[in-house]
């Protein structure tokens, strides 16, 4: 059993930045994944990062998000800079092991002037 417990989220200005980490208690997993829903939207993969430390963004992201993940801790984090009001959203924090997936209850983001 994995538990996923993210944090961070909050309301910012445009231009402005956050930092979202997730704890992770329970087996060890594989990849772990961000993801983000916009209230009307379909969830969507911002990015993700594997225990080895390889890491994949999505386009809309690229270059203004980072994430990053400390195994000792068993918590990954997301810098998010330069933030827009497009990425509004609610951010969940996603764990593979093997065939299964785990999720966070969810981390609300705002960006709004």
């Known amino acids: 059993q994995v538990l996923l417990v993210e944090s961070g989220g909050d309301s910012v200005q445009p231009g402005g930045s956050l930092r979202l980490s997730c704890l992770m208690t329970?087996?060890?997993?594989?990849?772990m994944r961000w993801f983000r829903q916009a209230p009307g939207g379909q969830r969507e993969l911002v990015a993700e990062?594997?225990?080895?430390?390889?890491?994949n963004y999505s386009d809309s992201v690229k270059g203004r998000f980072t994430i990053s993940r400390d195994n000792v801790r068993n918590t990954m984090y997301l810098k998010m800079n330069s933030l827009k009001p497009e990425d509004t959203a609610v951010y969940y924090c996603?764990?593979?092991?093997?065939?299964?997936?785990?999720w966070g209850q969810g981390t609300r983001v705002t960006v709004s002037s």
């Open positions: 990062i594997t225990k080895s430390g390889t890491t």
């Open positions: 329970g087996n060890s997993v594989d990849v």
């Open positions: 996603n764990a593979a092991r093997g065939p299964y997936q785990y």
